[in-house]
């Protein structure tokens, strides 16, 4: 197991954002953090109210996004545009090229939410937009896939061989993660004990196909895992 801890991470302070990188990314540049298989992008963001990131492209990558919370306006150049909030998962494959913008939708609240980048398995796709919410119910204390190459169990399909699973964890909560190739663990909030390290809000770990993976929450909160091919 290799931890990344979160006062390891890149940060930037925009003002407007605030944004930690667990791995290499815009002005951050970090060798031995480049990404972890298909996993390219971990950005933790907190918009202020009524800023955002403006129009802007992208190509060839599956673009992820996560509300933890507030409001994030989504539009784009495929005609969508939508509003997320807690538990919702938003999909863009940038594919060929798409052009969007991200906003916080309340002029009011901050928006707190993960921007996750995967490396698509084909590039030159036709770009695509899908987005899901996910109920507590079916976060709490288990593990709910809500990202899946063939879209498996209404979760949202994605363009590489990659499984996304989803857990609200109260303390005591014993969850045996599913089976996993190799692994990244991300602690979104909260404090979990994973294979006898103590892993907190914003830390992470990679394990490899051979690691059995043991997770007892110890503080209330919210992990995500990572399968990776």
């Known amino acids: 197991m290799q931890i990344r801890r979160s006062n390891e991470r890149g940060y930037a302070d925009h003002g407007w954002l605030r944004s930690y990188h667990t791995f290499s990314f815009a002005n951050y540049m970090d060798p031995n953090h480049m990404g972890f ?3 390219r992008v971990i ?3 907190r918009v202020t109210p009524g800023n955002g990131f403006g129009a802007h492209p992208h ?3 599956e673009i992820l996004s996560y509300a933890l919370e507030g409001e994030m306006e989504h539009r784009d150049n495929m005609g969508n545009g939508e509003v997320m909030r807690p538990g919702d998962v938003q999909r863009m494959s940038a594919g060929t090229g798409v052009l969007h913008s ?5 002029k009011e609240n901050g928006l707190h939410f993960l921007q996750i980048w995967i490396q698509p398995a084909k590039r030159g796709i036709t770009p695509s937009y899908e987005q899901k919410h996910f109920p507590v119910s079916e976060r709490q204390s288990q593990w709910r896939l809500v990202v899946s190459q063939e879209g498996r169990e209404g979760s ?8 996304l699973y989803a857990s609200l964890l109260s303390p005591g909560d014993q969850v045996a993660p599913p089976a996993t190739r190799y692994a990244w663990l991300h ?12 892993l907190s809000t914003g830390d992470a770990a990679a394990f490899t196909p051979e690691e059995v993976i043991t997770l007892t929450c110890k503080e209330a909160g919210e992990v995500l895992l990572f399968d990776l091919a």
């Open 156 to 163: 949202v399909s994605i363009n590489q061989d990659v499984n």
């Open 43 to 45: 950005n933790e963001d």
């Open 102 to 106: 991200e906003f916080n939708h309340s």
């Open 59 to 61: 190509r060839d990558m």
């Open 187 to 198: 602690v979104v909030k909260g404090a979990v004990e994973v294979n006898g390290e103590t």
């Open 37 to 39: 298989r298909a996993l």
